[in-house]
């Protein structure tokens, strides 16, 4: 992996945690709450189940196959099933919420499929950029 790809993931990563939280808190303070009721571990939490979607759709895009939804298919299940391995053995330092199962497969599976989007438009602009050049 080059320093470029590195920087790349680490943004992304950044920006996608910075917009979560700030969401979080503005949806809290919308309802009244004015301090996360789940503390220190919830953003724990939240950035490792992120770490895990970055990491799972950063491998995706790496995948030898030549349609763009076998890739991201096969990098989904897995990393979905890790997330809620994660969320399991967050029940054993805590009692989980009655939604937790549900409310990591809405969560991740939006991010993913958020992300997947934004992949797929972005390399078909490449692709096109790529074409006219050749056409000149």
């Known amino acids: 992996m080059s320093k470029k790809n590195l920087v790349s993931i680490v943004s992304v990563y950044s920006v996608i945690y910075t917009v979560i939280t700030l969401l979080n808190s ?3 303070l919308g309802n009244g709450i004015y301090e996360d009721p789940n503390g220190n571990w919830h ?3 939240r950035a490792i189940i992120l770490l895990t979607g970055i990491a799972a759709f950063y491998l995706c895009t ?4 030549k349609n763009s939804a076998a890739r991201y298919i096969t990098a989904y299940v897995p990393s979905q099933l890790l997330a809620f391995a994660y969320v399991w053995f967050s029940g054993l330092r805590e ?3 009655e939604t937790a199962y549900r409310d990591i497969w809405i969560n991740f599976t939006s991010m993913f499929i958020i992300l997947c989007i934004a992949s797929t438009i972005i390399n ?3 692709s096109g950029v790529e074409r006219n050049k050749l056409k000149k």
């Not at 790496?62 to 196959?65: E, I, K, Q, V």
């Open 62 to 65: 790496r995948l030898p196959f």
């Open 124 to 126: 078909i602009c490449r």
């Open 26 to 28: 503005i949806l809290y």
């Open 43 to 45: 953003e724990l939490d």
């Open 95 to 97: 009692e989980l919420a």
